[in-house]
């Protein structure tokens, strides 16, 4: 064989080897040590230690950008700034930073996908959720081998939902469910399509969906919450019309607490908040016993974040949690002064951060962004006698007003949804005092006459409970649709199941 064969063998053979060869270990030390960091921010953050996991999460990006795990510690901390700190532009950058620096990564369908959870989000018009619709079809699309798609069928059947096509909403939850199975959207899509039946009035079918959550996918929080609304739909359904039973067991010995109540609200961790009069705060109760209050002065009503936060208002302030007292203020008629609001009624925070504050004095309900700068009335400047405002399920506002005694249904727009008067087919509201509406669109306003009643997702009304109430002051739900009442005559706080 000739000198020069030998020769390109044998380099031949060096170049295979060197590309055979191992990563030098100093890189290959570099991936491993990231991959160990991102796996202890996972377990952070499974065990609910923001703080340690957001560290684990930074370092991967600032000291080991160049590894394998970069796209997947971008993606944490867009969910970190998503979720617990709710900066939703911060939670953009990081995502857009994988879509836009690791577009061939495995991280890239989920960038995309929280991306156009953002935005639908915030989505109010046709056009903002045709943009989510157009983030989750790049997942489809771009990506349609990777586990992010079965996540991308489910929002886009959420966006369907918000924009009122319950039919098309049902259409892609079920592709999640046949087409994905296995994945981690499979229960939640099969939990939608119940849900849609549900909102639609097909009471029977919700529930067949529902318990289709327990008997297909019976780990995760899932089927207890199938389970919940199946309890719900049972009682305003099962028996051709709503049965809700006082339960002599429930009590609650709180003793002043439960004196001059002006308002109570179910968290969705299970805490009853109580707005004391007597009290000065709102009161947190766990399993029947209070724990540390948020002190207040004349406590008025309260409502829950997008988050679950309770948001106390009270006469002449309002508070978000264990956050800073805030106070509000209006330009007065006087040019370049302002006015202190002094007799706030009710408030409620909108996802993103913005205040609607319902003003007695001027019988208005004022708006306020997430840096609680005056932006104007809502939804108008008609004169209304708001004191109750709070976001539904669905994230809609819901306002009581006194002085008609209706309860109308916005959106984050000013657009009226739909609305109950106070006087209909087989009823008549005297004295209307509260408000809640549950997963199904059923709204149920207590009358401080003597009895709560109950409507549809049409206006119709249900039922009106009555009998064991003597003066109705304030009502909430729990989780399985339960029932529960504060009687401002008894000083007690009833349950119906």
Same mark, same amino acid.
Request: glycine letters at 10%.
């Given at each position: 064989m000739k000198r020069t064969e030998l020769t390109a063998k044998a380099t031949a053979l060096v170049l295979i080897t060197l590309t055979l060869a191992p990563l030098p270990a100093r890189a290959q030390t570099a991936n491993e040590r990231a991959r160990r960091l991102l796996e202890e921010g996972r377990s952070y953050r499974q065990r609910k230690m923001d703080k340690q996991a957001l560290a684990a999460f930074g370092d991967i990006v600032t000291s080991f950008a160049d590894t394998d795990s970069v796209d997947d510690a971008l993606l944490e901390l867009g969910r970190h700034y998503m979720d617990v700190e709710g900066d939703v532009d911060k939670a953009r950058q990081s995502f857009e930073a994988v879509t836009k620096g690791h577009a061939q990564s495995d991280g890239a369908p989920g960038a995309y996908y929280w991306l156009g959870r953002l935005t639908l989000g915030r989505a109010n018009t *046709?056009?903002?959720?045709?943009?989510? !619709?157009?983030?989750?079809?790049?997942?489809?699309?771009?990506?349609?081998?990777?586990?992010?798609?079965?996540?991308?069928?489910?929002?886009?059947?959420?966006?369907?939902?918000?924009?009122?096509?319950?039919?098309?909403?049902?259409?892609?939850?079920?592709?999640?469910?046949?087409?994905?199975?296995? *994945?981690?959207?499979?229960? !939640?899509?099969?939990?939608?399509?119940?849900?849609?039946?549900?909102?639609?009035?097909?009471?029977?079918?919700?529930?067949?969906?529902?318990?289709?959550?327990?008997?297909?996918?019976?780990?995760?929080?899932?089927?207890?919450?199938?389970?919940?609304?199946?309890?719900?739909?049972?009682?305003?359904?099962?028996?051709?019309?709503?049965?809700?039973?006082?339960?002599?067991?429930?009590?609650?010995?709180?003793?002043?607490?439960?004196?001059?109540?002006?308002?109570?609200? !179910?968290?969705?961790?299970?805490?009853?908040?109580?707005? *004391?009069?007597? *009290?000065?705060?709102?009161?947190?109760?766990?399993?029947?016993?209070?724990?540390?209050?948020?002190?207040?002065?004349?406590?008025?009503?309260?409502?829950?974040?997008?988050?679950?936060?309770?948001?106390?208002?009270?006469? !002449?302030?309002?508070?978000?949690?264990?956050?800073?007292i805030k106070t509000f203020a209006m330009p007065a008629d006087k040019p370049g002064e302002v006015e202190t609001l002094d007799r706030i009624a009710a408030a409620v925070q909108l996802p993103g951060g913005a205040v609607l504050v319902a003003d007695e004095k001027r019988k208005r309900v004022l708006r306020y962004d997430a840096q609680y700068r005056y932006q104007g009335p809502f939804p108008d400047p008609k004169e209304r006698e708001v004191t109750r405002l709070l976001l539904d399920p669905e994230g809609q506002i819901v306002a009581l007003d006194e002085k008609d005694k209706s309860v109308r249904i916005y959106d984050v727009t000013g657009r009226q949804v739909r609305a109950i008067g106070g006087r209909g087919a087989g009823y008549e509201i005297k004295k209307p005092v509260d408000v809640a509406v549950d997963a199904f669109r059923n709204v149920y306003v207590a009358d401080g006459e003597g009895g709560v009643f109950v409507f549809g997702p049409a206006g119709q009304l249900l039922t009106v409970l009555t009998g064991e109430l003597r003066r109705p002051r304030a009502l909430t739900l729990e989780s399985d649709g339960a029932l529960l009442v504060y009687d401002d005559k008894a000083e007690k706080v009833l349950r119906f199941r």
């Open positions: *046709s056009a903002e959720l045709d943009d989510a !619709m157009a983030q989750f079809t790049r997942v489809q699309t771009l990506y349609p081998r990777s586990q992010w798609v079965g996540h991308a069928l489910y929002a886009m059947g959420l966006v369907h939902r918000k924009a009122g096509r319950l039919e098309d909403a049902v259409t892609f939850q079920r592709r999640v469910v046949l087409e994905y199975p296995h *994945s981690e959207a499979a229960p !939640m899509a099969q939990f939608e399509i119940g849900l849609c039946h549900a909102v639609q009035g097909q009471a029977a079918p919700a529930m067949e969906e529902l318990q289709q959550v327990r008997n297909r996918f019976p780990e995760g929080d899932w089927p207890g919450r199938a389970l919940d609304h199946i309890t719900a739909l049972w009682r305003l359904h099962g028996e051709g019309k709503p049965t809700f039973t006082l339960d002599p067991e429930y009590a609650l010995a709180l003793g002043d607490i439960l004196k001059d109540v002006a308002a109570i609200v !179910m968290a969705p961790d299970g805490t009853l908040w109580i707005a *004391s009069g007597k *009290s000065k705060s709102a009161v947190p109760v766990v399993s029947g016993k209070a724990g540390p209050s948020l002190l207040l002065e004349d406590p008025r009503g309260l409502s829950l974040t997008t988050k679950g936060e309770v948001v106390v208002a009270g006469r !002449m302030a309002v508070r978000v949690g264990p956050r800073d």
